[in-house]
Nanobody, 128 residues
């Protein structure tokens, strides 16, 4: 059974850090580009960061550049999103997604082009 399972969310104070993990099962992440997306209540889904399957190229939304870092460990079939200097506006449900043929990582993040699988999401709340 193909699954993407997110973990690492929760409540954090502004300025704090969290690391999200996305573990794949039922398929091998090596052959997929992976992205993190988020959706806050009443807002559209946003592509936060995506990483290619081949050359490690990455895309970051302007809202998270310099604060978030995406990485992957293919041996563990896992992708991470390190989130630093968190702000209240980062509060959202965060989803990971896998795309076998995503085009560019920017296309994947901005248009969800090529996404084959989605995780169920995990809540991140940034509040004092």
């Amino acid at each position: 059974q193909v699954q993407l399972v997110e973990s690492g969310g929760g409540l954090v104070q502004p300025g704090g850090s969290l690391r999200l993990s996305c573990v794949a099962s039922g398929f091998t992440l090596d052959y997929y580009a992976i992205g993190w997306f988020r959706q806050a209540p009443g807002k559209e889904r946003e592509g936060v960061s995506c990483i290619s399957r081949t050359d490690g190229s990455t895309y970051y939304a302007d809202s998270v550049k310099g604060r978030f870092t995406i990485s992957r460990d293919n041996a563990k079939n896992t992708v991470y999103l390190q989130m630093n200097s968190l702000k209240p506006e980062d509060t959202a449900d965060y989803f990971c997604a896998a795309a076998h043929s995503p085009g560019t990582v920017r296309q994947m993040c901005v248009t969800v082009f090529g996404v084959n699988y989605w995780g169920k999401g995990i809540l991140v709340t940034v509040s004092s």
